[in-house]
């Protein structure tokens, strides 16, 4: 084996370990020895994406497409990064479209159909999304995690009874894929099956802790502190409703919370509900989780953000929504 195979070896490697340093000076070292080589660049770009730096990882991606034009795992890699953390969906899709155009066996092909399916969900085009799951051939698939992923896409449609399937089938294949769990458990509960919703709710959230924090993240300390900016930001009339409460910072809801019934991927909870008489409900505890605000933000620029936001939609739906909901006539919910 040559010295360049043995950096790019090493570095996917480090790669699977989340050793994102490591790997990147591997990639560089590859470099050194083929500064044109569009697999190095790739593998640059992947680093660059797993430490939640989209632009560096595009640009690296768009480098290797530049040297091979028919690179299509770098197109591919590159659409998933435009999905997100970027959102700049009309990238993705052309970067889908010419992958489409050169792949050449189904794994590839429904690769880029998934992706392009997700870049139009996020456009909110659920009709054009519709048409390309259709293109997607029938299972069986190649691996358990290309299963889930057609799994998936059936469940974002409605189409439970062809997602379940693929789901149950990737968590019996591959016990230690988080997603899987997850989209089991909402299977199951949409199916009835609160038991077995549970189950797969609490082996999910065990995945997802273990998985840990990306290196990238905020530290706890810091989470507080944006927690503490976004508090203060709020309006006035949801300020009201978390005046004075204090914040805890936490991987994931805990095993008891999962247990009755509260999402394990939930950003936010607010606890200590005080309803005296006379006096406007308030939360006295709230619960900010890393590890999943930190999945949801893709990078650390937007963490922020997503606590912001997820503080605003806990407030309104457990303060203001059933308020509303009292408070309008039935004649006005027809």
Request: proline letters at 5%; hydrophobic letters at 40%; glycine letters at 8%.
């Amino acid at each position: 084996m040559d010295q360049f195979t043995a950096h790019l070896d090493r570095g996917w490697d480090l790669v699977q370990r989340g050793d994102t340093r490591g790997a990147e000076a591997s990639a560089r070292r590859a470099l050194e020895i083929e500064p044109n080589s569009p697999e190095a660049h790739n593998l640059l770009g992947y680093v660059a994406a797993m430490a939640g730096d989209g632009d560096e990882a595009i640009e690296a991606y768009q480098q290797a497409i530049a040297l091979d034009d028919t690179y299509l795992e770098a197109m591919l890699n590159a659409a998933e990064v435009y999905i997100a953390p970027l959102g700049d969906f009309d990238q993705a899709i052309r970067l889908c479209d010419q992958a489409l155009d050169l792949a050449e066996i189904d794994e590839e092909v429904i690769d880029a159909l998934l992706l392009k399916f997700d870049a139009l969900i996020g456009k909110g085009d659920i009709e054009e999304a519709g048409r390309v799951l259709k293109r997607i051939p029938p299972p069986p698939y190649e691996s358990a995690s290309q299963a889930f992923l057609v799994g998936r896409a059936y469940y974002e449609v409605g189409q439970h009874d062809r997602a379940a399937p693929l789901v149950e089938e990737t968590c019996k294949k591959d016990p230690e894929h988080a997603e899987a769990h997850y989209y089991a458990g909402l299977l199951r509960d949409a199916q009835g099956d609160a038991r077995g919703a549970t189950q797969a709710f609490l082996r999910s959230r065990e995945l997802d802790v273990a998985m840990g924090l990306p290196p990238w993240s905020p530290t706890g300390e810091e989470l507080g502190q944006m927690t503490a900016r976004a508090l203060e930001g709020l309006a006035p009339v949801l300020k009201q409703y978390v005046a004075g409460a204090d914040v805890f910072v936490t991987d994931a809801p805990g095993v008891e919370l999962v247990a009755d019934g509260v999402d394990p991927r939930a950003l936010v909870l607010l606890d200590g509900i005080l309803d005296d008489e006379g006096a406007a409900p308030q939360a006295s505890r709230i619960f900010i989780y890393a590890v999943n605000v930190t999945r949801v933000a893709g990078t650390a620029d937007t963490v922020e953000a997503e606590i912001e936001g997820a503080i605003e939609r806990e407030i309104s739906s457990t303060f203001l929504e059933d308020h509303d909901a009292e408070e309008t006539p039935a004649k006005d919910l027809n």
